[in-house]
Each structure stands twice: as structure tokens, then as C-alpha cells.
């Protein structure tokens, strides 16, 4: 799409090169795209090895060495795509096309999009005052999850089926990112999947629609604890280098790259939905609120803000307020215990992608986010260098909603607008609401006021014990429906019990079921 400029003489480290528009020589379309560990000690891997890969193997986590620089004409020809041609646009620049050639990226991408019911995959919902929702829970499970991890699904298996290879994928979830893994894997011959969920922490469809998987190669487990609780066995197995090379291990969750990248054109999206201009300069902002809880969604939107797009951050977060302490004072600070809420996939208390945030806006100081980050693995709790939260707050700006506001703002939108927002959803846009609470819609959209965009992580469908309590109506979907006559499979991980060593043991077995299968003969 543009001419990339690369500066010379560039180190490792954070460079840039630039995209612009005069198309691609072929020397620049062959460059390989690195990505390094935000600890600085694992040596450099190109796009398939980070998309294998869980952690890095020195406890980061990957990210581009260099990122591209959009101009403002290359903006504006990607203004009239559509949601899937951003994400290929995108998965070129990060991807390269030595290791998937164009024709085979853009061939994966629409696969992946196959299933989804909205035509356009996601779509922008214009509300009373100015309110505009991006819904992207068009896909199989109803959740946003499904965008990347279709897309991830597909490019796993390219390689896979390239390498004649198996691998087993763990995943720990709040909610969505377990179903939507399960979604993107179930059948596949070369990968088994296993999910561990929250027992009696997410909403009842949520867990159905992983319970009630039963292929072959989909192995559940309900673990008596919450959402953080569950990521230790899976950081403690993954810790053992050897082992996870053993057996092939890696993980969906977004410690994967290829999550955060796919991720990235959300913003991209909802920008060229929401300026009013792009024949200005310069170019306009557009604030984007952004629901998070594992902060793969925030560090999407920082990646995109430091190629070139416009865009204001703002972090909305529940009562487990991470987040929202880090921005306003700097406290990276674990509370006391996780806190239920009606915005149960947020219910987190360690946000693993700020690693990726502190390293971008830190210039790619690998020595202070492996200080940083280790510190906080010991102690749980750390104030952040002042320099450092200088430039994160002044890239992204945060609030922190109650239960009750939530409630609120689910029957405030669906009184003015006859639309039905799910928890998370409702997070988001009761910032919306406070910062413009009833202006009338000549104001909202005059040039003085700046374009908000509220990202909906997840339809409503999924969270009808929320709708009921704000007393709203509800039509589930027929498939959604049908999951409580489903038969359900679910192995119990009870509390008391060495979780790490349950799931050893559970990788143990699938790796010898795989052996076993391939020396038979076909």
C-alpha cells in the first residue's frame, strides 16, 4: 500500500519505518519483521515464532522491534476499507510476506471471517447524542475474542500444517477468551486445547459455551478459583522452558502477539467510522473508550497512537481498578482480592499487556520493564518511575465504573435509544454519558466537540443475569438458547489441589496421545 523507509544504521531496539504510498520495492517487501521481549534477554523471533510461543522464554512478552509509520495519505487510502481489508493491511506490515505471501494472508483473513453474521464483521451502532457503540461480538461466540482468535486460528494452522506439526494451546479465561479459543480450534488434527475457567466466576452462557464442546481434541477444566488465580499454573508451566519446548506448548490468551495485532485495526476502524474529516491538518482526533481487563484492547489502541493515528485513549475499567490507579497516580498495586462484578471478563487484577504498554512508552527500555515487572512478580506492587507515568497518562486517561453505574447506564441507553448494552459494553459508555450527559445532537456533532467511540466487547445475549437485574428485555439468540440441553464435559481443578502439577500431567498424556496417532499407519 506504501513505501516503507527504513533508517539507517538502526540497532535492536525500538525504530520505525515509514509507510507511505507510492507502493512497494521489492527489497522493502521482503524485510522480515523481528519482534524481542519486552525483558530484553530472548534473542529476536520473526512473526511465527511469537505466535508459537507464550511468554517469552525470559518471562516477556513479544512485540515489534520497530513499528511503522502511517502518513497521512496512506490514512487516508485505508479510510475506505472495510474491517477486513484493515486487518490485512495490518497483518502484511507485521506479518511479511516471506513468511505468508499476500494471496495466502488475505485468503487466511476472509476465512476467518467466514462465519461472523454481520456483513461488514463489525459494525459502528450511531445512538442518541452522539453515542457511537462499535460492536465487535458479531462473531461465533458473541464476543470480540472471536475477531483475533479466527484470525490467529488460521495463521496457527498455516504453519502447522506447513511443519507437520502438533501443538497443545492453553488458555486460562474470565469468560470470552476461553469459548472463542475452543471455537477457533475445536476439530483441528494437529492441536488440542485446554481451557481453564473460573468456576462460578463468569456468566452462565459463558461457561456453557465452553462445557458443551466435546471434540476430541477440546479438554476443559473448572477450576475453583478466579481469573488470576487460574494464570499461575499456567505461568508456573510455561516458566519451564524445557517443557513447554517438549511439548510443543504455547498459548491463545493475549500474551499472544498475534491477539494484539489483529486487535490493532479495532482502532484503525473506529477512527475512519468517527472523524468527521481527513482533509484536514491536522488530522482530527477521535477519543476511543476502550473496556479492559487484561489490557490486550488498550495495548492495541497504543500501538495504533504510536503509528500515527489519531486517536485519544481513555481506559474504563470496573472496581478492580489496576488500571485506573496506574494512570492517575502510578500505583501498580495488586488490591486485596478480586472483586465480583456484573463486568465479569474484567474482573482481573493483574493486566499482563501493561508490560507491552510500559515498554512501548518507555522507548523500548528493556532493562527498566524486566526491573519493573519482576519487582511487581515479587512484591505485587509497585509506583511506577515518574517519567514513565508521565507519558502513560498523558497517552491514555482512565476511569473506574461501580456495579451500580453500570446498571444505570444499561437502562439510560436503553430508554434513549431502545438498545441493549451488555456489562462491558455499558463500562465503556457511562464515560459517554458523563462526559456529555444530554447535550442535544446539533451540539454533539459540532467541530468543537471531538468524536467519541465506544467499544462493545461483547453482546448482551451473554450476560442476560445482568440484563435481568437492570430489569431490560432480552431476546437470546436460538443458538444461545440451546445451549442449557447441551451435554456438558468439565473436569474439576478443586482448590487445595496442585493445579500446575494437574496440568502437567493432563499436557503429559495429550503428547503421548499424539505420538501414539502418528506412528500408526494412516
Not at 219 to 224: A, I, L, N, T
Not at 249 to 265: E, G
Not at 327 to 346: H, I, K, N, R
Not at 472 to 491: D, M, S, W
Request: glycine share 8%.
Amino acid at each position: 500500500m506504501g513505501v516503507l523507509e527504513f533508517p539507517g544504521g538502526a540497532g535492536r531496539g525500538l525504530g520505525a519505518w515509514r509507510a507511505g504510498a507510492s507502493g512497494l520495492s521489492p527489497l522493502q517487501a521482503s524485510r522480515t519483521m523481528w519482534y524481542v521481549s519486552t525483558r530484553g534477554v530472548a534473542p529476536p523471533v520473526d512473526f511465527e515464532g511469537a505466535l508459537f510461543s507464550g511468554y517469552a522464554p525470559d518471562g516477556g512478552l513479544f512485540v515489534p522491534e520497530e513499528l511503522p509509520q502511517l502518513d497521512r495519505e496512506t490514512l487516508r487510502q485505508w479510510s475506505t476499507l472495510s474491517y477486513p481489508g484493515l486487518v490485512k493491511e495490518l497483518c502484511s506490515l507485521f506479518i511479511g510476506p516471506e513468511l505468508i505471501p499476500r494471496g495466502d494472508l488475505d485468503g487466511l483473513i476472509d476465512r476467518a471471517f467466514s462465519r461472523f453474521r454481520h456483513r461488514e464483521v463489525v459494525h459502528l451502532s450511531r445512538l442518541r447524542d452522539g453515542l457511537n457503540v462499535l460492536e465487535l461480538w458479531h462473531g461465533p461466540t458473541y464476543a470480540f475474542k472471536d475477531l483475533s482468535l479466527s484470525c490467529t486460528a488460521q495463521f496457527l494452522q498455516y504453519f502447522l500444517e506447513k511443519r507437520e506439526k502438533h501443538v497443545t494451546v492453553v488458555v486460562g479465561t474470565s469468560g470470552d477468551t476461553g469459548s472463542a479459543a475452543i471455537e477457533s480450534v475445536q476439530g483441528a488434527k494437529n492441536v488440542d486445547i485446554i481451557v481453564l475457567l473460573p468456576k462460578g466466576h463468569c456468566s452462565k452462557i459463558q461457561e456453557l459455551q465452553m462445557t458443551t464442546v466435546l471434540n476430541d481434541n477440546v479438554h476443559v477444566f473448572g477450576v475453583e478459583g478466579n481469573s488470576d488465580e487460574l494464570d499461575e499454573p499456567i505461568k508456573a508451566v510455561f516458566a519451564d522452558v524445557a517443557f513447554v519446548q517438549k511439548h510443543s506448548l504455547m498459548s491463545l490468551n493475549s500474551i499472544n502477539w498475534s491477539r494484539v495485532l489483529v486487535q490493532i485495526a479495532h482502532h484503525f476502524f473506529a477512527y475512519f467510522r468517527c472523524a468527521p474529516s481527513l482533509d484536514t491538518a491536522p488530522l482530527p482526533p477521535v477519543e476511543v473508550i476502550v473496556p479492559t481487563g487484561a489490557a490486550g484492547n488498550l495495548a492495541a489502541g497504543c500501538i495504533a497512537q504510536n503509528m500515527g493515528l489519531p486517536i485519544r485513549l481513555v481506559a474504563a475499567v470496573n472496581r478492580n481498578d489496576i488500571i485506573h490507579r496506574t494512570l492517575q497516580q502510578g500505583d501498580f498495586s495488586l488490591s486485596e482480592a478480586v472483586q465480583p462484578t456484573w463486568a465479569s471478563a474484567m474482573d482481573i487484577q493483574v493486566p499482563y499487556n501493561m508490560e507491552r504498554i510500559f515498554w512501548l512508552l518507555s522507548g523500548s527500555d528493556s532493562q527498566g520493564t524486566r526491573t519493573l515487572m519482576e519487582q511487581f512478580e515479587i512484591t505485587q506492587g509497585l509506583r511506577l518511575p515518574k517519567e514513565l507515568h508521565e507519558k502513560l497518562s498523558g497517552a491514555v486517561t482512565s476511569e473506574s465504573v461501580s456495579d451500580e453505574t453500570i446498571t444505570q447506564t444499561m437502562i439510560r441507553c436503553w430508554d434513549e435509544n431502545r438498545y441493549v448494552l451488555c456489562p462491558h459494553s455499558a463500562v465503556a459508555v457511562s464515560h459517554h454519558y458523563q462526559q456529555q450527559p444530554s447535550l442535544p445532537p446539533a451540539l454533539s456533532h459540532s467541530p468543537q466537540c471531538t468524536p467519541r467511540c465506544c467499544l462493545a466487547p461483547a453482546s448482551a445475549a451473554k450476560f442476560s443475569e445482568a440484563v435481568q437485574a437492570a430489569g431490560l428485555p432480552l431476546e437470546a439468540p436460538a443458538e444461545i438458547l440451546a445451549l442449557e440441553h447441551k451435554e456438558t464435559r468439565c473436569t474439576p481443578m478443586p482448590r487445595g489441589e496442585d493445579w500446575a502439577l494437574m496440568l502437567r500431567n493432563t499436557i503429559e498424556a495429550l503428547s503421548r496421545r499424539w505420538k501414539e496417532r502418528a506412528l500408526r499407519p494412516s
